[in-house]
């Protein structure tokens, strides 16, 4: 980056200086376009001279480096976006779990157990609170069939 800012600042001194003879030098017979020409081939080495000595080699490196730390965000990225989509799963579920407690009258605290796959299925469920026999069995069958939550994987804690 600083050989960059180098390159620039080099280009627009060059530039201004360029632009300091030219413009005391206005006159139209030979020494004024003899000047144009030297200021040209002036500005012309002073943009390629870095660019002919750039070393490949440090281009390479510096490429390889880039795309290292692009693999790595983008796999951050996948893992922050994996998490971020799981949580919302689990605050799902639990939402619909709670919601549909409250309709038998359970104050519950649920806890979600997802699969590992890429769809983060709920497979498991940890519930506290105390309830009745009835809202039980009820809410058991609705995790079941709404969720797809197995009763042996409906863990109840009183």
Do not use: H
Request: aromatic fraction near 6%; charged fraction near 20%; include cysteine.
């Amino acid at each position: 980056m600083e050989q960059l800012r180098t390159y620039v600042i080099g280009i627009t001194a060059a530039g201004l200086i360029a632009g300091i003879l030219l413009g005391i030098v206005r006159s139209k017979d030979t020494s004024g376009t003899l000047l144009r020409v030297v200021v040209g081939m002036f500005l012309t080495f002073t943009v390629i001279r870095p660019i002919v000595n750039l070393n490949i080699g440090d281009i390479n490196s510096n490429l390889t480096s880039f795309s290292q730390e692009a693999g790595e965000s983008a796999a951050d990225g996948e893992i922050l976006a994996r998490d971020f989509y799981c949580s919302y799963i689990k605050s799902e579920t639990q939402a619909y779990i709670l919601d549909k407690a409250e309709d038998y009258g359970a104050d519950l605290t649920v806890e979600i157990c997802l699969d590992d796959s890429e769809s983060a299925v709920p497979v498991g469920v940890q519930i506290r609170g105390s309830v009745s026999p009835y809202a039980k069995t009820a809410l058991g069958r609705i995790m079941e069939r709404d969720l797809g939550i197995l009763k042996e994987n409906q863990v109840w804690i009183d």
